[in-house]
């Protein structure tokens, strides 16, 4: 953990907001349309980094918004957007997770289950700080996706180099766990979670595609179509990082049926 922090800390150097951070994704975009109409009033962001979702969230729903981090500049960076925060290590399983039983109906996490050693720690104290039928709303790399397959097939490298660019260095030595969709799926419902829906953020609105649109609208359009269509087509399993909302308990009889929606 100590490692992943001084890394990403390097990462970020000379970031001093969330105007500075290149690294806006779908995954942020789609927030907090996939709240869908839930009507959530007391939500957590675990994980929150430098306040992509949660800023969005705050902006956009009428909730509550509580951002947990440990990385000092991910702190600060959402202090300074005016994002309620507290730090703590979701990693030490011997401390429970600093608020009452059943304290929010909604908790967002982000690309985050794959940096954590005691991941069954994690999921028991989301579940005890949801209230009854709160939701989960989870992501984490697919690593069944063809992007990740690819590589170790075609190239026989691993999914991460760690003498690479910071980001895939930075990912090396943070992820620690390596989940598909399916055992992502299967691992958090073992929790008593019953998954919901599945959802897919095609290229829209991430730094990266309006970068690209910059350069060559049409190629932006073109890569929109295809994976808008491959997403459509295809089941969640082959997408690299789907947002599976949970709910705490079983679903009532006949409602909720489980769904996948591209966003």
């Known amino acids: 953990m100590k490692t992943a922090v001084a890394i990403e800390e390097k ?10 951070y290149p690294w806006f994704k779908e995954r942020h975009r789609v927030f907090p ?8 009033k007391r939500v957590m962001d675990i994980s929150a ?10 902006d956009l729903y009428p909730a509550n918004i509580i951002c947990n981090d440990i990385t000092p500049t991910c702190v ?16 030490d399983d011997t401390q429970p997770y600093p608020f009452p039983d059943a304290s929010f109906d909604a908790i967002v996490s982000l690309v985050t289950i794959e940096h954590l050693i005691h991941v069954d720690y994690f999921i ?13 709303y989870i992501s984490t790399p697919n690593y069944a996706a063809p992007e990740y397959v690819g590589r170790v097939l075609f190239t026989g490298q691993s999914y991460h180099d760690p003498l690479g660019d910071p980001d895939t260095r930075y990912e090396f030595y943070a992820h620690v766990r390596y989940f598909t969709y399916k055992t992502l799926l299967s691992f958090v419902a073992s929790f008593g979670f019953t998954p919901i829906a599945a959802y897919i953020a095609k290229p829209a609105g991430s730094a990266r595609f309006r ?3 910059q350069k060559n609208r049409l190629a932006a359009l073109g890569i929109q ?6 997403y459509n087509i295809f089941p969640p399993t082959y997408a690299s990082e789907p947002i599976i909302c949970f ?3 079983p679903a009532p009889a006949g409602r909720e049926k489980f769904r996948k929606v591209v966003l």
């Open 225 to 230: 179509s295809v994976m808008s269509l491959y």
């Open 124 to 136: 028991q104290q989301i579940y005890r700080l949801l209230e009854p039928n709160g939701y989960l």
């Open 211 to 213: 970068e690209l649109s």
């Open 49 to 58: 980094g430098m306040g992509c979702a949660a800023q969005r969230i705050r």
């Open 33 to 40: 349309a996939v709240f869908e109409d839930r009507q959530h």
């Open 11 to 20: 990462r970020l150097e000379g970031m001093t907001g969330i105007e500075d």
């Open 247 to 249: 709910r705490k308990g």
């Open 76 to 91: 600060n960076a959402l202090r300074k957007i005016g994002l309620e925060t507290v730090s703590f290590d979701l990693d």
